[in-house]
C-alpha cells in the first residue's frame, strides 16, 4: 500500500468518524447527553462570575433547572439574558461539577463570553459547547493509526483498527455532548501515543515534553487523570528494554547507569509539570473534604436498606459487568436507551477472550501491549473503588461509568490489533477479518444512532413517521438541514472507508522482513507472512 493511498483510507475513516461525532452533537435532544445538565451549568456559572464552591456546595442556576425540566420548541426559546431575567437565583438542586478543577469549565466559559451568550438562545450556548467538543476528538482515529502502526508496523491493521472506534457508539455520543470526557479522551489518546512511542525506542525530549502536556491537562481536569502520573512513571522505568540489540550492545558499558538516569529525568520532568500546575488543587481538596475525590451527591443522596445479608459482593460485582459495560458500547441518551445486552456482551467477551487467548502466542508488540494495558487497568480498578466505597456508603450499586474508560480508548484499540494480529497470521483470514471488521463497526455506528433517534423522536419505536421528524425538527438544537447534512456525510465517508478497506485487504502484500526480536522502529512495509522460528533479516540499501 502506497503513503498516499494510506492517507485517503486515513482520510475517508476520519471524515466518517467526524460525521459520526457531528450527527450525535446535532441529533441528540438538548441535555439528552449523561450529565450534560451539569455540565452546561457549571460553564453558565462561571461565564457569570459566579465562582466554583467546594464539592457538594454548588447548586444548579434556577434557569438551568427550568429549561432542563420545562423544555419548549426552538421558536420559543428565550435568549440566556431573558431567561436569567425571568428565573434567576440558584435551585435547591445540587451540581456535582465542583468536585473537579475548574479547568474545563473555564475553557467553556471563555468560549460562551466569546460569542456573547447572554444575546442568543440557551441551545446556542449548548450547540457551540458540543461542537468544540466535537473538534476535540475528531482526530481520535488519526491517533489510534499512529499508535497501532508504530506498535505493528502494518499498514493495513493500522488503518483497520481505527475502524473498532465505530463499534463503540457510546464514545461518539458522549464526546460530541457538552462534557469535560471529550478533553479527557483527547489527552489520553495522546498519552498512549506518545508512550507507545517511548516503549519502541523515542527518546526525544519533544516526545517527553508531549507527555508532560497530557499528564498535566488530564491531572487539570479529573481525579482520574492523576492515574497518568504512575502510569507515565512505569512506562519510563520500563522502556530502557525496548532498545534494539543493535543499540544495547553499543550501549553495553553504560547501561548500568546512564539509561536510569535518562529515564529518571524525563519521568522527573513530567511528574513535577503536573504537581506544579494542578497539585495545589489536589491538595487544596484532601484538605477540605479528606479525600482526592468527594461525592459532591452524598449529602442529598437517600441510604437505601441492604437487601437482606447486607452488602452483597457478588450482586455488586454484576451490577458493575452490566452498567460499564452498557454504558461504554451504547448506553444512549442519559443512560436510558441502551444497546441490546445481547449484543454489548457478545463484543465485551469476544474482546476479553481475543485478548487472553493472544498470550498464547508470541507476536510482535505483546510487550508493548502489555504495558499499555495497565493505563485501562489502572482507570478500572479506580472506578470499581469509588463504586464500592458509594456502594457501602448509600447501598446503591451504581455501574454507569463505562465512560470513564475512553481515556484509554486507544491503549485498548491497540490490544485488540495485536491480539487479533497474533492469532489470525493466514493472509486469507487477516482479509476475512478487515472485510468483517469495516462492516460491522460501521453497521454498529449506525445502529447506535438509529436507537438514540429513536429513543428521543419516537418514543423508543424503531421507526421513521411525520411525527417524529417533526418532532425532531421542532425541538433539535440545529433543526433537521444540519442533522441531514451530518447524516450524509457520515454514510457517504463510510461507504467509500469500507470500500477501500475491502479493496485493499484484496491485494497481495509486499512483503518486507523485519528483525522478530526487537521493536526498534525500521522503514518500510511489515512482514506480513506467517511467523517463523528463524528471525528473518532485512537488506539495507547502500
Known amino acids: 500500500m502506497t503513503a498516499r493511498r494510506e492517507w485517503v483510507v486515513l482520510g475517508t475513516i476520519t471524515v466518517a468518524w ?104 440557551w441551545a446556542t450556548s449548548v450547540l457551540v459547547l458540543r461542537l468544540f467538543d466535537v473538534v476535540l476528538v475528531t482526530a481520535l482515529p488519526v491517533l489510534v493509526w499512529a499508535t497501532v502502526r508504530r506498535v505493528t508496523r502494518s499498514p ?4 483497520v483498527a481505527p475502524l473498532l472506534l465505530f463499534a463503540v457508539p457510546q464514545l461518539a455520543q458522549v464526546a460530541a455532548g457538552v462534557t469535560s470526557w471529550a478533553p479527557m479522551i483527547l489527552l489520553g489518546a495522546v498519552l498512549v501515543w506518545l508512550s507507545v512511542r517511548v516503549l519502541t525506542g523515542d527518546r526525544s525530549w519533544w516526545t517527553t515534553a508531549g507527555l508532560a502536556v497530557a499528564v498535566t491537562g488530564l491531572a487539570a481536569i479529573s481525579a482520574l487523570g492523576l492515574l497518568a502520573v504512575p502510569f507515565v512513571v512505569l512506562v519510563f522505568a520500563l522502556a530502557r528494554d525496548e532498545r534494539g540489540e543493535r543499540d544495547r550492545d553499543r550501549d553495553r558499558d553504560q547501561r548500568a547507569a546512564r539509561p536510569w538516569r535518562r529515564s529518571a529525568l ?5 511528574v513535577v509539570a503536573a504537581a506544579a500546575v494542578s497539585g495545589w488543587w489536589w491538595v487544596r481538596t484532601l484538605l477540605v473534604s479528606g479525600t482526592l475525590l468527594p ?134 483470514l487477516r482479509r476475512r477479518l478487515a472485510r468483517i471488521a469495516a462492516v460491522g463497526s460501521f453497521a454498529i455506528a449506525l445502529y447506535g444512532i438509529g436507537i438514540a433517534y429513536r429513543g428521543a423522536w419516537e418514543n423508543v419505536q424503531f421507526r421513521v413517521t411525520p411525527g417524529g421528524l417533526s418532532a425532531m425538527a421542532g425541538g433539535s438544537l440545529a433543526g433537521p438541514l444540519p442533522i441531514a447534512l451530518a447524516g ?4 457517504a465517508a463510510a461507504i467509500a472507508a469500507a470500500v477501500f478497506v475491502w479493496r485493499a485487504a484484496a491485494v497481495p502484500s509486499t512483503t518486507a522482513a523485519v528483525p522478530s526480536t526487537t521493536t526498534t522502529p525500521v522503514s518500510g512495509l511489515p512482514l506480513e507472512s506467517p511467523p517463523t522460528h528463524e528471525p528473518t533479516v532485512r537488506k539495507e540499501n547502500s
Not at 493495513?156 to 488503518?159: D, G, H, I, M, V
Open 295 to 428: 461525592d459532591a451527591l452524598r449529602g442529598v443522596t437517600t441510604v437505601q436498606p441492604y437487601p437482606s445479608g447486607g452488602a452483597n459482593p457478588g450482586a455488586f460485582a454484576g451490577r458493575q459487568w452490566d452498567g460499564l459495560t452498557a454504558s461504554f458500547f451504547g448506553d444512549f441518551g442519559a443512560n436510558q436507551w441502551p444497546l441490546p445486552p445481547m449484543v454489548v456482551d457478545a463484543l465485551a467477551i469476544v474482546g476479553l477472550v481475543t485478548l487472553g487467548w493472544s498470550y498464547a502466542r508470541r507476536g510482535a508488540g505483546r510487550r508493548v501491549m502489555t504495558i499499555a494495558l495497565v493505563w485501562p487497568v489502572l482507570v478500572v480498578v479506580a472506578t470499581l473503588a469509588y463504586n464500592w466505597r458509594n456502594y457501602l456508603g448509600t447501598h446503591q450499586g451504581n455501574g454507569l461509568q463505562g465512560r470513564f474508560l475512553f481515556v484509554a480508548v486507544v491503549a485498548l484499540v491497540l490490544s485488540q490489533a495485536v491480539a487479533w494480529r497474533a492469532l489470525v497470521v493466514r493472509p486469507e
Open 18 to 121: 467526524l460525521g459520526l461525532l457531528l450527527g450525535f452533537a446535532l441529533l441528540t435532544p438538548a441535555f439528552g447527553a449523561p450529565d450534560e445538565p451539569a455540565h452546561v451549568d457549571a460553564a453558565f456559572r462561571l461565564a457569570l462570575g459566579l465562582g466554583w464552591p467546594h464539592g457538594g456546595e454548588m447548586h444548579y442556576l434556577a434557569a438551568i433547572r427550568q429549561i432542563v425540566e420545562h423544555p419548549v420548541p426552538a421558536v420559543d426559546r428565550p435568549t440566556v439574558d431573558a431567561l436569567l431575567a425571568a428565573v434567576p437565583g440558584d435551585a435547591p438542586a445540587i451540581d456535582p461539577m465542583s468536585q473537579n478543577p475548574p479547568t474545563y469549565w473555564l475553557v467553556a466559559a471563555g468560549i460562551l463570553r466569546l460569542i456573547r451568550f447572554g444575546a442568543h438562545d
Open 156 to 159: 493495513r491493521t493500522a488503518l
Open 266 to 270: 524525563r519521568a522527573g520532568v513530567v
Open 488 to 491: 450524509a456525510l457520515f454514510l
